[in-house]
């Protein structure tokens, strides 16, 4: 009477396993991609949320409200949304939330300004009827290749305080 062994061999198992790493070997630099890219986006898509926060705040408490980014360190970024005491004109801004760098991925670099160039601090303010302050960007760059910008976000007008994800 014959045994019926059933498995598989060493070599079977050595060739699939060598399937597996090629494999692996050819998605590793395409997964890494993906995961910066999402960092990149992610980030953006937090500002561009704070923005429209404030903005809808500001529309429906007919208050002043604005969003300070702290550009100031190449190390340290924050940012943080306040409310002014008055419609227009606020001379006093409460601090209502506030995010600190590790909320800010390493890999991401920021700049300010139309041209994004800038490193100093950027200011958004809303008023209650929609309008913005100055046209304003924040540029999200990766911090390894600073000519490598990424995403802006900002607000492309003050007279409709229109705020923008590119």
Same mark, same amino acid.
């Given at each position: 009477?014959e ?5 598989f !061999?060493?070599i079977?198992?050595i060739v699939?396993?060598a399937i597996?790493?090629i494999?692996?070997a050819?998605?590793?630099p395409n997964i ?6 999402s960092?990149y986006?992610n !980030?953006?898509q937090?500002f561009?949320q704070v923005?429209?926060k404030?903005r ?7 208050r002043?409200?604005r969003v300070?980014f ?7 970024y924050?940012?943080?949304l306040?409310?002014?005491?008055r419609p227009?004109?606020?001379t006093v801004f409460?601090d ?5 760098d590790?909320a800010?991925p390493?890999s991401?670099?920021l700049?300010g300004t139309l041209?994004? !160039? ?6 958004? !303010? ?7 302050g ?19 976000v900002?607000v492309t007008?003050?007279?409709?305080g229109r705020?923008?994800?590119?």
């Amino acid at each position: 009477m014959e045994k019926d062994i059933r498995g598989f !061999t060493i070599i079977e198992l050595i060739v699939v396993m060598a399937i597996f790493a090629i494999l692996a070997a050819i998605a590793a630099p395409n997964i890494s991609q993906w995961m910066s890219s999402s960092e990149y986006r992610n !980030t953006s898509q937090q500002f561009l949320q704070v923005l429209q926060k404030a903005r809808a705040r500001a529309i429906t408490e007919n208050r002043q409200f604005r969003v300070d980014f702290d550009l100031a360190g190449d190390d340290a970024y924050s940012y943080k949304l306040s409310r002014g005491d008055r419609p227009a004109k606020s001379t006093v801004f409460t601090d209502l939330e506030t995010w600190q760098d590790s909320a800010i991925p390493n890999s991401v670099a920021l700049r300010g300004t139309l041209a994004c !160039t800038g490193t100093a601090d950027i200011t958004f !303010t809303f008023n209650p009827n929609g309008t913005a302050g100055t046209p304003n960007y924040i540029c999200i760059f990766d911090r390894n290749n600073m000519a490598a910008q990424r995403y802006r976000v900002g607000v492309t007008s003050s007279n409709t305080g229109r705020i923008v994800l590119e």
